[in-house]
């Protein structure tokens, strides 16, 4: 029955008077020198005060809305729903016709507005009224006294330019939501470009390829600033070194520790203590309980933390300039006294018990689990980081003090620094830092076995899709073409919509919403990792569409726009992995980890710069192998 047939009839006759008394139609008053400017505010509360936030009325007038936009003062005769006065598509033109004639009436004075930049928009700045949300790192500026200007104004225009956003947030009937549905007009080209959505991976091409085409025309490449970093080597008393990035534009200074070994230690019963042990070094040290300690940390506002990894342990803090000997106190603390008390002891196991748990009850943490103990059945590294369910309900105390024992000590620990901290300042820091800890270095790890190559892993989850990892072994870290690798992996599969792999196994055959794979390192050595998900009817087709991408790869390496693309990225997003001292910090501490050369940053740019398709070709052949490729599954998976 529809809506319709549930309404009451109305009765014969005359029809009723209204239930509220008819307003009189709404005209603005306004001298002959007013400018269009005055009326966007009136606009504005049109517009929000019959859309979203609908207010109770009575008959004299429009009560405004509460809460978020209560200072906003709502139009007189402003109607509801499709009611309203000219409707929303009327007032967001009448609001763009005056964004343009305010721009045109600026750019003609030459006045403030002008200079602002209100005219032309240049990258990253675009005019208030164009159509479409501010992007990039500059907004639309306007003269601080424009009067004219309001924030209900800038509501409505926001508002109107974000009713629309991407396929993801589309309404449908009854205000639900659908999940990248088509659109009639705007989804109809290839790739997804339509008349105003996202550009596609083909369109993205073709912009890259029109651009080298005018750098061609022009006579040489683009004029690029050369990303260099200035790293000192601080040498601290008693012979401890330390990489620094001094930067004194904020207050601010982060520092990054690690030993070898890790969880690699770990007796295989225990499997889980040196995490555990790591989770507890910051819940009470010292003379702190865990609440003294965490509110040292608050009212410092000091960051400190600590990660038990396959085949390390890293500790890191931040804190502002005044707050860092706090700071080094209390990490060292930590470091040397830790409470380990009962309580905390049993509440940290019930929460890596339920973490554990979780992990089982998921495709993607089971296959996880499934992949690296097929890989390397009797190698520490096939193991979990953080124990099992069964090693770490068994786990004793003392094997958590014993592994934190075995890993914390003096020698052998690598440090990294950046921020507003000198050579001179750091250098006395450090002992400091490492004050009291055993003399000595870790243990170290049993070495690294081969990766065991396996056929088809399944793990039967009851579910409607199967997670898929999937990897081969790579190259060591201190291999020569490593980079060149690192280029062929993302032209492959790591270079989201321009990769290979995403657009014969998501665009053209619509299999996954995505796929990816790329280099990760343990025991300095690389491996090739890749993650997907699908139907569990779909499975079989989505790795043998992989297992071809790859083959083909192998066999004819990538092409000179591909090299040129992935060239570009790479030199490109250098700079914006050191955008805060913490990833700066945690970045130095890497390439040391890494054995690599001080340098290696400040001249990486040039060693991508001299990469050919002949070399890149030669270093496909050599290290992907299809054949090799090994898959572990999570779900009920058809055609494997």
Request: proline share 8%; charged share 20%; glycine share 14%.
């Amino acid at each position: 029955m529809g809506r319709a047939a549930c309404r009451p009839r109305r009765a014969a006759g005359p029809r009723a008077a209204p239930r509220r008394p008819a307003r009189a139609p709404f005209r603005p008053q306004r001298s002959a020198s007013a400018g269009r400017g005055q009326l966007r505010p009136l606009l504005a509360g049109a517009l929000h005060d019959g859309g979203r936030f609908r207010a109770r009325r009575s008959a004299g007038g429009a009560a405004p809305p509460a809460g978020r936009w209560a200072g906003i003062p709502p139009a007189p005769g402003a109607g509801r729903g499709r009611h309203r006065a000219g409707g929303v598509g009327q007032l967001r033109r009448r609001c763009r016709r005056l964004d343009r004639f305010r721009h045109r009436r600026d750019a003609a004075a030459g006045g403030a507005a002008g200079a602002r930049g209100t005219g032309h928009h240049g990258r990253g700045q675009a005019p208030a009224g164009c159509g479409r949300p501010d992007r990039g790192r500059g907004r639309a500026q306007h003269p601080p006294d424009d009067g004219r200007i309001a924030a209900g104004a800038r509501w409505a225009r926001s508002r109107a330019t974000h009713d629309r956003q991407c396929a993801g947030h589309r309404p449908v009937h009854r205000h639900r939501r659908i999940l990248a549905a088509p659109h009639a007009r705007r989804d109809a080209r290839p790739g997804g470009e339509g008349r105003r959505g996202r550009a596609g991976p083909r369109a993205v091409r073709q912009r890259l390829a029109a651009t080298r085409r005018r750098r061609g025309a022009s006579g040489g490449a683009a004029v690029t600033t050369p990303f260099r970093l200035e790293i000192q080597t601080v040498t601290a008393p008693g012979g401890l070194t330390a990489w620094l990035i001094e930067d004194h534009s904020v207050p601010v200074v982060s520092l990054a520790w690690g030993w070898g070994g890790g969880a690699a230690l770990d007796a295989p019963e225990h499997a889980g203590a040196l995490a555990l042990g790591a989770g507890l070094l910051t819940d009470g040290a010292g003379d702190l309980d865990n609440v003294a300690f965490a509110d040292a940390l608050r009212d410092n506002a000091i960051g400190l933390g600590f990660d038990a990894q396959r085949d390390g342990f890293e500790g890191s803090l931040r804190a502002l300039l005044p707050a860092l000997p706090e700071a080094v106190r209390l990490a060292n603390l930590a470091m040397t006294a830790p409470r380990l008390a009962p309580d905390s002891v049993a509440r940290m196991r019930a929460r890596a018990v339920a973490g554990a748990r979780s992990q089982l009850e998921t495709p993607r943490g089971q296959v996880g689990r499934a992949f690296w103990a097929a890989a390397y059945p009797n190698h520490p590294a096939g193991r979990p980081t953080g124990g099992t369910v069964e090693t770490l309900s068994t786990l004793p105390e003392q094997a958590i003090r014993d592994a934190l024992a075995r890993q914390l000590r003096a020698g052998g620990v690598l440090v990294a620094a950046s921020g507003a901290i000198t050579a001179a300042q750091l250098s006395a820091l450090l002992p400091t830092l490492f004050a009291g800890l055993p003399a000595g270095e870790p243990p170290t790890a049993p070495p690294l076995p081969a990766f065991v190559p396996f056929a088809p892993r399944i793990i039967e989850v009851p579910a409607p899709q199967s997670a898929i990892q999937f990897g081969q072994p790579g190259l060591a870290v201190s291999d020569p073409d490593w980079e060149a690798f690192q280029v062929v992996l993302r032209i492959l599969a790591g270079g989201g919509f321009s990769s290979r792999l995403m657009e014969a196994v998501r665009v053209q055959r619509g299999l996954t919403y995505g796929i990816g794979a790329g280099l990760d390192t343990l025991f300095g050595q690389g491996f090739v990792v890749g993650s997907s998900a699908t139907d569990n009817a779909k499975v079989g087709e989505a790795m043998a569409v992989t297992r071809a991408e790859w083959a083909r790869m192998a066999a004819e390496g990538p092409t000179a726009e591909e090299l040129d693309d992935a060239v570009a990225f790479l030199t490109g997003n250098l700079p914006l992995q050191f955008t805060d001292s913490r990833r700066i910090a945690a970045t130095l501490l890497a390439l040391r980890r890494n054995n690599r050369p001080i340098d290696w940053l400040d001249r990486r740019s040039d060693r991508l710069r001299a990469l050919t398709v002949e070399g890149l070709r030669s270093v496909a052949g050599r290290l992907l192998k299809p054949e090799a490729l090994s898959v572990a599954i999570a779900g009920r998976p058809e055609g494997v």
